[in-house]
């Protein structure tokens, strides 16, 4: 049995749509188990800056449905040197907190890692990403909320790119990982989509041309996943200028709105399972691991998995695609 008395939670890196609606699920399901909850604004530089507020259960009321996230989010160089965790260990003590829920994406496990390790302080992670970019679970929190807003931008691109005949490289998130460039393709019935994981292997773009993907089409869309490696939409579209001048190249970066926007059902249900399942984890006697989800199941993933290993994309959604939009 747990012996984890007081919880502080709080979000780090990038916000996802979804994060409010596990500070939620942590905040009540640790109350309801008896523990007390601190909110931790900021992230850890909040955590370093004593930014800590005891939560009650209404002060996660009305909040599932919002984007972004109440406890708000920050980077903090202070947290990659020994002094600066060393200063949130001390502020940990001071409040009483015995155990650490923190949301975030691969900087903010990283760093949990690091500090759990160090101090031998139970920490669990829950993946809060767009990018889906997490090793160990199918999907993170925020991810299908930004994937539906990218499918309804790019409904909307198409309505210009059709009426000029035009082709459109649209750049979406991702960093460095392809999950919302593929996906999003298929859900908004786009031509193609180049992505990190295929560009070492080939000339996407090439590939895209020479097989005449424009044949049956007056307009193409094709979405570019942000990327040193793909060379982003502005990259392409260069290229294309450059070495296939007979097309109409238009470029269009979705950028943060591909970030904001009250989360979707998938997303307020898994962000709410995995904060319910992160006490569960406390409670019995978890600590270093990231929750995840497998075939729809709960699943502890440690971090040193999490973190470490790249997150295959499935390539049967490569031909997919390729299939669909002939
Ligand atoms: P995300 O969690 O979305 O990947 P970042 O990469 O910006 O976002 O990381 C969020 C925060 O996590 C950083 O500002 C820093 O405080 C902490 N962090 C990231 N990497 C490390 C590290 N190697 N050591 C300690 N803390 C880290």
């Known amino acids: 049995m747990s012996t984890v008395k007081c919880v502080g939670i709080l979000t780090s890196g990038g916000d996802a ?16 188990n008896g523990m007390r909850v601190k909110g931790i604004y900021r992230g850890y530089k909040g955590l370093i800056l004593d930014e800590i507020e005891e939560f009650k259960t209404q002060n996660v009321s009305n909040i599932i449905q919002r984007g972004g996230t109440i406890l708000k989010t920050a980077r903090c160089v202070e947290f990659k040197t020994p002094e600066g965790r060393k200063q949130a260990y001390d502020k940990l003590q001071e409040h009483g907190i015995d155990a650490l829920i923190a949301i975030g994406g691969d900087g903010t496990l990283t760093g949990a890692r690091i500090f759990a390790q160090e101090f031998n302080f139970p920490i669990v992670g829950l993946p809060g990403t767009i990018d889906n970019d997490l090793y160990g679970t199918d999907t993170t929190i925020g991810y299908d909320t930004a994937l539906n807003t990218i499918m309804e931008c790019v409904d909307k691109i198409r309505d210009t790119a059709t009426s000029h005949d035009r082709l459109f490289f649209v750049e979406v998130m991702g960093r460095d990982a392809g999950f919302l460039a593929l996906n999003g393709a298929i859900a908004s019935g786009a031509e193609a989509a180049i992505i990190p994981e295929i560009s070492l292997e080939k000339d996407q773009l090439a590939e895209m041309i020479e097989n005449g993907f424009r044949k049956s089409k007056n307009s193409s869309i094709v979405l570019v996943a942000e ?3 793909t060379g982003g939409a502005m990259g392409v579209a260069e290229r294309v200028k450059k070495e296939y001048p007979q097309f109409d190249v238009r470029v269009s970066i979705l950028g943060h709105l591909q970030r904001g926007g009250s989360p979707t059902a998938q997303d307020r249900i898994l962000a709410t399972r995995m904060g319910v399942a992160a006490i569960d984890a406390l409670l019995d006697d978890q600590r270093n691991v990231m929750m995840g989800i497998q075939n729809d199941q709960i699943v502890y993933v440690p971090f040193s998995k999490a973190i470490k290993n790249d997150k295959p994309i499935n390539r049967d959604l490569l031909n997919t695609l390729r299939v669909s939009s002939i």
């Open 17 to 32: 749509p979804g994060m409010n609606a596990a500070i939620r699920a942590v905040t009540r399901s640790a109350i309801y």
């Open 227 to 229: 990327s040193e490696v």
